[in-house]
Each structure stands twice: as C-alpha cells, then as structure tokens.
C-alpha cells in the first residue's frame, strides 16, 4: 500500500493470477491433474461433505430429536453420499 499526497491509502500490488491446478469448475475436480499428483485440499473437501452428510443421517435415526426427515430428503442424502464416495476415489486414484 502506498499513502498518497492526500492522505489516502492505495494498492499498489497488482492481482495475481490463478495458478491453481485446476479451472475454477467444480467439474475439474473430478479429473486427476496430468502431473498425477492427488489434491488433497480436494479430497478433504469432499472427504468432509461426506461426514457431514453421514452426520445428518446419523441425527435421524437417534431418537433424541423427535422428528424425523421424510424419504425424499433420505434417498438425496443417500444419493449425495455416494457422489462423494466416487468422487474420492477419483480424486485418489484418477479413474
């Protein structure tokens, strides 16, 4: 940051480009990058929507809260979960 005459603040660093391995599409996650290296902050993301969805499930059949979800909210839970599954193992193992 540099001070101006005025006694104002102005950036003088410019942006940086995106050197990520992958696009900003959620759908390039889904492809190992060509050097084989896994992304492990990918597959802890995914690893960690996963226990998020098992936890939800969980909090359905304990009993403590009294309600519980409906079918349709049961199989999309099921239908998410096994979506990250595969999306594990093709972040780990590339196929």
Same mark, same amino acid.
């Given at each position: 940051m540099a001070t101006l005459d005025n006694n104002t603040k102005e950036e003088t660093?410019?942006?940086?480009p995106c050197?990520?391995?992958y696009?900003?599409?959620?759908e390039a996650y889904m492809q190992m990058p060509t050097n084989k290296e896994i992304?492990?902050?990918?597959? !802890?993301?995914?690893?960690?929507? &996963?226990?998020?969805?098992?936890?939800m499930l969980g909090s359905n059949f304990n009993g403590l809260s009294g309600t519980t979800?409906?079918?349709?909210?049961l199989a999309n839970a099921v239908w998410a979960l096994?979506?990250?599954? !595969?999306?594990a193992?093709?972040? &780990?193992?590339g196929n």
């Open positions: 660093t410019t942006p940086r050197l990520d391995k696009s900003s599409m959620p992304d492990i902050d990918a597959l !802890n993301c995914c690893l960690k929507r &996963a226990e998020a969805v098992c936890m979800f409906n079918d349709e909210i096994e979506g990250y599954i !595969n999306q193992h093709i972040l &780990a193992n």
